[in-house]
């Protein structure tokens, strides 16, 4: 992968394995505590977690933040323990997919993707992922089922690594990954390009 001026450096295999064995989000489906209200936290576009106004500039505490954050039911984000939970602003997904690579040691080889919060996903039937746009006039915009309803969009230069490794089956163009086919679009998008 080709790192550009401002993009973040791509992960080593050896630190997304890592990744995948040390995240350990909560057991926020576990927590049912009444609604207390919301807080001002507020996860931009970029990624970035901003508390009343100023941003999140501690990775660690941002990185316990996401361990609690939770989508309800009706598409609105919290944090939650035990005893509390507090709504968010989440302006498109919680994550970012910074980096992607191809773990070609796993049977069958799976795309493995790093989060701005040093989680490590791998695409499979329980991390599958989502397309937006990629119509005329709309980008395509690929998502990540990171856990529970939680997703990263993939930055421009992931989706562009994504779109690079797809193949064309059934009319479909897709990407392999865990012995399964994700599709990202039609057939027509291939050659458009």
Request: with cysteine; hydrophobic share 45%; net charge negative.
């Amino acid at each position: 992968m080709t790192v550009t001026e401002g993009s973040p450096a791509p992960v080593p295999m050896a630190r997304l394995e890592a990744l995948l064995t040390d995240f350990r989000p909560a057991p926020v489906e576990r927590w049912n505590p009444a609604h207390c209200g919301r807080i001002d936290i507020i996860i931009d576009r970029n990624g970035d977690w901003h508390h009343e106004g100023g941003r999140i500039e501690r990775a660690a505490l941002v990185r316990l933040f996401a361990t609690v954050l939770r989508r309800e039911a009706d598409g609105t984000y919290v944090l939650v323990t035990p005893h509390e939970k507090l709504m968010i602003t989440v302006e498109d997904a919680p994550f970012l997919a910074i980096d992607l690579v191809e773990d070609d040691r796993s049977r069958p080889p799976a795309l493995v993707f790093a989060t701005n919060i040093g989680e490590a996903v791998r695409l499979d039937c329980d991390h599958p992922l989502r397309v937006a746009g990629g119509g005329p006039d709309a980008p395509f915009i690929p998502y990540l089922t990171v856990r529970a309803g939680l997703e990263a969009r993939l930055t421009r230069a992931v989706a562009a690594d994504l779109a690079d490794r797809a193949i064309v089956s059934d009319g479909r163009l897709g990407v392999m990954s865990a012995g399964q086919f994700f599709v990202i679009g039609d057939a027509g998008m291939a050659t458009s390009a």
